[in-house]
């Protein structure tokens, strides 16, 4: 299974940015996925959930109403926008994927840091 995550960067408080995920090796249209990040010295927090079906979802309350998870079963890919980005959100986030929504996930990708600057 491999989960690739891209798009992080530098971007100013306020900034938006979209993170992609392009995943293989499971069959995408039964699995579950979700984004959590980790910042120095903090435990990882698990931002986004989204289940087979795009409406089920859940997301932290540090970043409801913020940020939007996403899944493109065509392309094998699931998508995290950010937006209205604080110094805050600064991590690395991490792609993972799993069988039942709200259960632990069994898969992780490699990270991608994001950066927000104020």
């Known amino acids: 299974v491999q989960l690739q995550a891209s798009g992080g960067g530098l971007v100013q408080a306020g900034g938006s940015l979209r993170l992609a995920c392009e995943v293989s090796g499971v069959t995408f249209g039964t699995t579950v996925f979700g984004w959590a990040r980790e910042a120095p010295g903090k435990e990882r927090e698990i931002v986004a959930r989204i289940g087979r079906f795009s409406n089920s979802v859940r997301y932290a309350d540090s970043v409801k109403d913020r940020f939007r998870i996403t899944r493109d079963d065509a392309k094998n890919t699931i998508y995290l926008r950010m937006n209205s980005l604080k110094s805050e959100d600064t991590a690395v986030y991490y792609c993972?994927?799993?069988?039942?929504?709200?259960?632990?996930?069994?898969?992780w990708g490699q990270g991608t840091q994001v950066t927000v600057s104020s």
């Open positions: 993972a994927a799993g069988t039942v929504f709200l259960e632990d996930f069994k898969y």
